[in-house]
């Protein structure tokens, strides 16, 4: 019990993780869904940083008083990664807007049905 | 010049006979002599690899290596070399006939008509002359394709709609059936290649993890990939297909396309499976039930079709059977039954063609309920359909006789009295549906008639058309003096000797 | 000197001339550098695979640093095969996109079409020929956030709508492909391919690998299209810029496809095919996919979308391969890989020709178009021969080794499926040769005239590449077994 609590962080992940996708599945407003779409994105984010995080660990900076053979710290590649998979997030998420401001100039709606039905009628 | 080269020539001729064709389009006289030029060379050219064949000699031709052990391979054997030398005859007498009845049915597209058929002529030889499954399965395919636009010729909708059931089924059951029949035996035997006794034996023993079964499963997914054989119930595309011009149905019900498939399935028989494995494990078994069935339902079909050409159409069904059955049946008897019933039944049924197709031209008529009084106007055409109906049916003194005795001696040597049974119950009915025409025609004057067409010969067909009929009609007739030579010549096959 | 950066100019020419188009900013000169780098990638391409060929995998370090700790770019020959199609393809459609992007895209965006175009290669490069799983993520979205502009160029208004779900799909491929990562990340403490693939042996069991490879498979999966996860492609296909569908469907899920190959090799292929269920898994999906995807296909109107469904039919036949294993699936599904890559790739060029001079791609639309464009449907029809499969062409021999490889296996259900999907796949296509061909002209397309040269020319190079890998298969089916044993580890 103790254990899996012990992972709360993982925990936390797998919830933000849910929610974000239920929210792309159930919702019908594209913009929604793209709001989905970053709380999923954010929860692997989180997931990366806890990765990286070592308890009790510190930056990962030499310093110059050279005793950092007792000093622990964080793994600083999975923030590193994060950084980057931010920046495509981002770009996700700025491609997916102009796209929904294009389908409503096109459209006149960012509904999904509204999309469906036009789709066909068209 | 072994002879190999010969082999290319004689699928490259029907080739340059079509690009003639295409050529020549806008001259007609020049195209149609194009067409007979490119048919006689073909013949000429199968022809001369007789001598070879005869003295056992068996000249190969590599055309192109795929993967290795994997080719397109061309080879003269008996069966190959007959089939070739009855396609390209028939080729060169269709093209007579066809002069008489496309110019006198006023049929548009000629050229394209032309070219096709020679198209049709070059994957048939192709396919005829084929050494290994591969090779084989590659002109057996593009015939099909070859044929569809004769088959549509018309190009209506009524056209078209039987032009898809043509392709569906016969691309299907190849591309499923044939296919796979074909994979399976490669990666059993690592090899497709045609040879004497077949693939699956080593010495007195199946090679190793094969099982009777498994050759019995296999060979049924031949028999039934090769579609054009007609074996029900893949039999639909053929009576769908007479949508086409007649000349069209000749050829496809008589020589290329319906033979193809026999001709396949005789030909895996005997260079696949050998006639020594087959009937060492029995393979045939339960299909040569299928075959009977075929055999007789079509036939009772046939009989109660009014449609001329249709009903044409499952009298050969019905005697495709026969040589399926052969297949089935799988002795020195029946193969050679086999083997002479591709070439007799491809001359009478042609001439069947030829008079349905002349009687359309003459005096437009399509059913059988129709044709009383044709027999006075039309007296060398009726005669020429009787003849050939003696030939189908298999009475002596016409060819017919001999592949249906020698299939009749099979099934005893095989030991299948119910088989012998079908046989001889297959002839009667086969005078049921072919008959009736013969005698309401020459039962007398339609006296609803127009006088003109009442007096004797009064419609005679087009002279080209009349000249290719009697001269086919001839040869089924001629066939029966012919017999020696015929199974002299089928004992160059393995295990018919 | 060159010799030595090819790998990083292969990714660096496209990744440079996508701003460089920006600076040019109008339409022809974007083109005429477009082409010049889609060659020279080409060249680079084949410098690199011959290389390969004579002196077995190419490694490149990033700025030095060796390989557990920098970034490595790895060629071999499962990888550098994928490059050449990659780069063929490109070399082939970009001087294409000519005419027939002047004509479905507005002038002003001519420019940035063609530098999104250059990001997709670019991406699309760098996935390949990476050897570090976190690059194959980044490249993997550049590659994907370029596609989604460059399907949402569409001229119909349903391209919008197309490109946006495939964005949310795609994304979460992606995001999926990342948790991945990061799992294999924990459990191995490297990114490096080279390196994971050693050290996950021995741990194989743990549960952090089990679901890193499942994150890894689903997001991949969704990316390759895999049937159920297939649902963005049609919209995708049928509503993108001509050229664009062209590239797209000759090498974006070629990419995802590669991607899963490699995961093989990272797992080692006795995880894979021995301790999981995932042969039977794969192989059931795939065939679900080939068998919905040529029936889908035979109930479209439209043939881009037609098309577009007989992609994720054969997407169904390269996961076969992968699914069945062994030298001969591996090596049928690799293959296959190049020999779609050539057919779809030059009926989609076709259709585009079709829509230039017709302006549509109903199926209603194209009758009796075998008479006004005679060029474009020969070619067509000689491509479609290869996508059913027929002997003679490419495609009938990807087909002849996944059918052995089924027999191999003993699953003759598998081989009896494939050729079933084969009938169906000569029903869609006879009804566009049918509706071509022996139809009478339609008024839509009354004066339309053979496509111009410029686009003929790539058009026939793809048909011929179809029928010559079908009659010479030293290339193509070489290069596919020695990729094969790359996979399976027998070969370095």
């Known amino acids: 019990m103790s254990e899996a609590l012990g992972l709360y962080n993982y925990w936390i992940f797998v919830a933000l993780m849910m929610t974000g996708l ?47 053979g007792a000093a622990i710290y964080a793994n600083p590649l999975p923030h590193v990664l994060i950084l980057t998979a931010i920046v495509v997030g981002v770009s996700t998420t700025a491609v997916a807007l102009a796209l929904v401001v294009r389908i409503f100039e096109a459209f006149g709606s960012v509904e999904d049905d509204d999309l469906h039905r036009a789709e066909h009628e068209s | 010049m072994s002879g190999s080269w010969t082999l290319l020539l004689a699928v490259i001729a029907p080739v340059a006979g079509a690009a003639a064709v295409g050529l020549l389009g806008r001259r007609p006289n020049l195209r149609e002599a194009a067409s007979l030029i490119a048919a006689a060379v073909t013949f000429g050219l199968v022809a001369s690899l007789v001598p070879t064949v005869l003295d056992g000699g068996r000249p190969a031709f590599l055309l192109l290596e795929l993967l290795p052990g994997f080719s397109l391979r061309l080879h003269a054997e008996p069966l190959g070399v007959g089939f070739g030398l009855i396609a390209s005859s028939l080729w060169f007498v269709t093209v007579v006939y066809a002069i008489g009845y496309m110019r006198a049915h006023h049929e548009e597209n000629q050229t394209r008509f032309y070219l096709f058929f020679a198209l049709a002529i070059a994957t048939t030889v192709g396919a005829a002359l084929a050494a ?97 054989a007609a074996i029900m119930p893949f039999h639909r595309w053929l009576p769908a297909a007479m949508v086409a011009p007649t000349p069209v149905s000749a050829l496809l019900h008589a020589v290329a396309v319906v033979k193809l498939g026999v001709f396949t399935i005789l030909k895996i028989s005997v260079y696949t499976f050998g006639i020594g494995t087959l009937a060492m494990v029995d393979a045939g078994q339960l299909l040569q039930y299928v075959a009977a069935a075929t055999l007789l339902i079509a036939a009772v079909i046939a009989i109660r079709e009014d449609n001329l050409k249709r009903r044409l159409a499952y009298s050969t069904i019905s005697q495709l059977a026969y040589i399926v059955l052969a297949a089935m049946l799988a002795n020195r008897f029946s193969i050679l039954a086999g083997g002479m019933h591709i ?58 006789f001999w592949s249906k005795w020698y299939l009749a001696q099979g099934a005893l040597e095989a030991g299948e009295p119910l088989m012998f049974g079908v046989i001889l119950l297959g002839s009667l009915l086969a005078m049921g549906y072919l008959l009736p025409p013969a005698i309401r025609a020459f039962y007398g004057p339609d006296p609803a008639a127009p006088l003109a067409v009442r007096a004797r010969g009064a419609a005679e067909a087009p002279r080209f058309s009349l000249a290719a009929l009697v001269f086919t009609a001839a040869v089924s007739a001629a066939l029966f003096f012919a017999a020696p030579q015929m199974s002299r010549w089928l004992q160059g096959i393995e295990g018919i000797g | 000197m060159i010799a030595s950066h090819l790998p990083v100019l292969q990714v660096v020419m496209s990744l440079v001339a996508a701003p460089l188009c920006m600076v040019l900013h109008r339409g022809r000169p974007a083109w005429l550098l477009s082409v010049a780098v889609s060659w020279a990638s080409l060249a680079c391409a084949v410098a690199l695979l011959l290389q390969v060929i004579d002196d077995g995998a190419v490694t490149y370090a990033f700025g030095g640093w060796a390989a557990p700790v920098g970034i ?51 991406g699309l490069f760098g996935i390949a020929i990476t050897g570090d799983l976190f690059n194959v993520f980044v490249f993997l979205e550049i590659s994907s956030l370029a596609s989604y502009a460059l399907v949402s160029l569409g001229r119909d208004r349903r391209a919008l709508t197309a490109a946006f779900r495939y964005l949310i799909l795609g994304t979460l491929g992606a995001t999926f492909i990342l948790i991945g990562i990061g799992l294999l990340y924990a459990a191995t403490g490297t990114l490096n391919m080279a390196d994971i693939a050693v050290r996950v042996q021995g741990q194989l069991d743990s549960r952090t690998i089990l679901a890193a490879f499942a994150f890894l498979t689903v997001g991949i999966s969704l990316k390759a299209a895999l049937f159920p996860l297939h649902s963005w492609l049609p919209g995708a296909y049928a509503y993108a810029p001509s050229a664009v569908t062209a590239l797209l469907a000759a090498t974006a899920t070629k990419v995802a ?23 039977e898994v794969i192989v059931t999906l795939a065939l679900l996919g080939v068998l919905s995807g040529s029936a889908a296909a035979l109930l479209q109107t439209d043939v881009k979308r037609l098309l577009a469904y007989s992609s994720v039919a054969h997407v169904g036949y390269m996961l076969l391969g992968i699914g069945l294993g062994g030298m001969l699936g591996l090596g049928g599904g690799i293959v296959h890989l190049f020999n779609h890559a050539m057919a779809k790739g030059a009926v989609f060029l076709a259709v585009g020709c079709i829509v230039l001079r017709v302006g549509s791609s109903e199926l209603a639309s194209l009758q009796g178009i075998g008479r006004r464009m005679p060029w474009t449907m020969a070619a067509f029809v000689i491509a479609a021969f290869s996508l059913i499969g027929v002997p003679l062409t490419a495609g009938f021999i990807g087909k002849w080794y996944l059918v052995l490889a089924a027999m191999e296996r003993g699953w003759w ?16 296509m006879w009804r566009v040769v049918e509706q071509a061909y022996f139809h009478e002209p339609h008024p839509a397309n009354a004066d339309a005239a053979e496509a111009p040269l410029s686009m003929l020319v790539p058009l026939w190079v793809l048909a011929a590449a179809s029928v010559y890998f079908g009659i010479d298969t030293s290339l193509n089916a070489g290069l596919a077994a020695r990729a094969a044993a790359v996979v399976l580890g027998i070969a370095p």
């Open chain 3, 413 to 428: 259900w598998v081989a009896a499926a494939l050729l079933v999907a084969g009938a169906l796949s000569v029903l869609y």
């Open chain 1, 22 to 68: 239920f929210i792309v599945v159930s919702r019908g407003n594209l913009v929604k869904k793209i709001i989905g779409l970053n709380i999923f994105q954010a929860s692997v984010f989180l997931f990366f940083i806890s990765l990286g995080k070592v308890d009790h660990g510190t930056a990962p900076i030499v310093s110059h008083a050279g005793d950092h």
């Open chain 2, 343 to 400: 070439a007799i039944h491809a001359f009478a049924k042609i001439t069947l063609f030829f008079c349905a197709g002349a009687i359309l031209v003459s005096l437009h008529k399509t059913t059988v309920g129709e044709l009383r009084g044709v027999g006075r106007a039309m007296p060398i055409t009726m005669g020429a359909w009787l003849v050939a109906s003696f030939c189908v049916i298999g009475l002596p003194l016409t060819g017919g």
């Open chain 2, 132 to 228: 290994n499954l591969l090779t084989l399965y590659v002109f057996y395919e593009s015939l099909t394709l070859a044929t569809y636009p004769l088959v549509t010729h018309g190009g209506g909708d009524k056209d078209r709609a039987g032009g898809r059931t043509y392709l569906t089924i016969l691309l299907g059951t190849s591309l499923t059936f044939f296919l796979l029949a074909m994979a399976w035996t490669w990666s059993l035997t690592g090899s497709l290649a045609f040879v004497d006794g077949g693939l699956f034996r080593d010495g007195n023993a199946l090679i190793d993890g094969v099982t009777p079964g498994l050759i019995a499963v296999l060979f049924a997914l031949f028999v039934f990939g090769a579609g054009k």
């Open chain 3, 257 to 279: 496809i590669y991607l899963l190959l490699r995961m093989v090799f990272l797992f080692g292929p006795d995880f894979i095919y021995e301790e999981l269920p995932l042969s």
């Open chain 3, 72 to 122: 490595e770019y790895r060629i071999d020959i499962l990888n550098g095969f994928v490059l050449l199609i990659i780069a063929a393809i490109s070399a082939v459609v970009v001087p294409y996109s000519l005419r027939s992007a002047a004509d479905e895209i507005a002038p002003e965006r001519l420019w940035l079409f063609y530098a999104v175009l250059n990001l997709l290669l670019a």
